[in-house]
């Protein structure tokens, strides 16, 4: 069993910067990769960034050089930095956590742009 807890969201203004972070207890040395998800009103849920165990990231074509992906495994939280926010980006942010089996879900933190 892993709990995943998310916080840092906010409403921020176009062109501003927020941090989130995902605290992961339970099984955490079952983790394998971690990401952060969204999805907006009315639109499925997106792959925003995952990062490996070894600290290997992907993200998705429309946050690649404005979002970071990062981890500190000593203190089993992953985080992202989103800068250059644009109002397309607010949505609610969860973070997931994938062992073998099952992934985990946190229940999200909200993200606002306005223009």
């Known amino acids: 069993q892993v709990q995943l807890v998310e916080s840092g969201g906010g409403l921020v203004q176009a062109g501003g910067s927020l941090r989130l972070s995902c605290t992961a207890s339970?099984?955490?040395?079952?983790?394998?990769?971690m990401g952060w998800y969204r999805q907006a009103p009315g639109k499925q849920r997106e792959l925003v960034a995952t990062?490996?165990?070894?600290?290997?990231?992907n993200y998705a074509d429309s946050v690649k050089g404005r979002f970071t992906i990062s981890r500190d495994n000593a203190n089993n939280t992953v985080y992202l930095q989103m800068n250059s926010l644009k109002p397309e980006d607010t949505a609610i942010y969860y973070c997931?956590?994938?062992?073998?089996?099952?992934?985990?879900w946190g229940r999200g933190t909200q993200v606002t742009v306005s223009s």
């Open positions: 990062i490996t165990r070894g600290g290997s990231t």
């Open positions: 997931n956590a994938r062992t073998i089996l099952p992934s985990y």
């Open positions: 339970g099984s955490i040395f079952s983790i394998n990769d």
